[in-house]
């Protein structure tokens, strides 16, 4: 297992975070995986690993980071029993955060900087390294 693992998209917040993960050396390019369900990612140029499957993802994290649009997350189908998320999406209560991923805890965070330029799901998630 590695120490990080994410799920990112090109455009909008989770592609922000995992760029500036990589930028301040947070995390090795080669420990960071991207969900992405076009198949590509630009940080896979960089040495991150793309893998299109969503619980292949959240089952290698402890903490799974999601950013994708409301209206999109009905149709994430995950399930994080025993991890922490992180919610960037607007709009969705922490109750039902746990409801459909049946994670253990949930954080909602809310990035202010910027709208979303893409329709592209990302989701990012992190495991602890040891």
Do not use: Y
């Amino acid at each position: 297992m590695r120490p990080w693992e994410s799920l990112a998209e090109p455009a909008g917040w989770g592609g922000s975070i995992a760029k500036a993960v990589l930028a301040k050396g947070l995390v090795p390019s080669g420990n960071l995986v991207i969900s992405n369900r076009s198949g590509n990612h630009p940080l896979v140029q960089q040495g991150a690993s793309l893998v299109t499957d969503n619980q292949d993802l959240v089952d290698r994290s402890d903490i799974v980071i999601i950013a994708v649009r409301p209206e999109q997350f009905a149709s994430l189908n995950i399930n994080a029993t025993g991890k922490t998320v992180i919610s960037l999406m607007a709009g969705i209560t922490a109750q039902a955060i746990a409801a459909q991923s049946l994670a253990s805890a949930v954080v909602r965070a809310m990035p202010t900087m910027r709208r979303w330029k893409s329709s592209s799901p990302l989701r990012l998630g992190i495991v602890r390294a040891g």
